[in-house]
């Protein structure tokens, strides 16, 4: 409840904001969608009414763009395609607006497929590894599918040089900058996990015909041009690192 931070807040005078919150993920609904909208708004609207206040970044989402296959980039011209897509939209929209009347820098960092320790056990790859601990082929619906994995290390990685550096208000694409098929994901994993690839090649076989419907990624360039950033975690390390903290 707002009246829970209020005080907190004002007495701490934050010079940087960073709004990172979503409640109820995966819920996408409507109903989810502008609570969310709503809640956003109510906090960022206290945020800016801080003379101390002098920079606002939020996470925003890789579902924004509607390319599903190609590279996505930041000039991109976006419509929502459901609820969640137009409560973000709605937020960096009215957020723009707020913040160029405040006078306050406003950095949107959209978040590709964010992966690592501590990431929800429903989410593909902790879904992915726990189906090769029990030596098994995990439900995938389209493992020719592919999609662009960031680490979580290089997401904050991100957040804090936007921090500290300074920017001009707009959305900075944070991904890897390539896609990588599911199947090959699995790849990676049972190396890790079993130090084999035989369930990987069984997989290979029933979706030999299949098609991708989805090969989408980010364009990088600039975030790595005006917040001199670039992702260091490859994909088979990540997959290790967030294997290991699984394992503990």
Known sequence: MPD???????NFKPNVVIHLSWQD???????????????????LSFVLEMESCKKILVSGSCFEYNNIKGSCIESDKNTPNNHFTWAKL???????????????SLGWLRLFYVYGPGQRLESLIPTILFSLKNKKLPPLNNPNNANDYIFIDDVINSFCLAVTCEISSGVFN?????????????????????????????????????ESNINFWADISKAKDKLNWTPKTALDDGINK???????
């Open 4 to 10: 829970s931070y209020r005080n907190q807040i004002k």
């Open 25 to 43: 993920i995966p819920d996408f609904s409507f109903t989810k969608s502008r609570l969310n909208l709503d809640q956003s708004i109510d906090f």
């Open 90 to 104: 709605s937020l960096y929209s009215w957020l723009s607006m707020k913040c160029a009347e405040r006078k306050v």
């Open 174 to 210: 944070i991904g890897s900058g390539e896609s990588t098929r599911v199947l090959d994901v699995f790849r990676y994993a049972e190396n890790i996990v079993l130090e084999s690839d035989l369930l990987t090649q069984q997989l290979e076989k029933v979706i030999k015909k299949s």
């Open 242 to 248: 967030t294997w290991l903290d699984l394992s503990k």
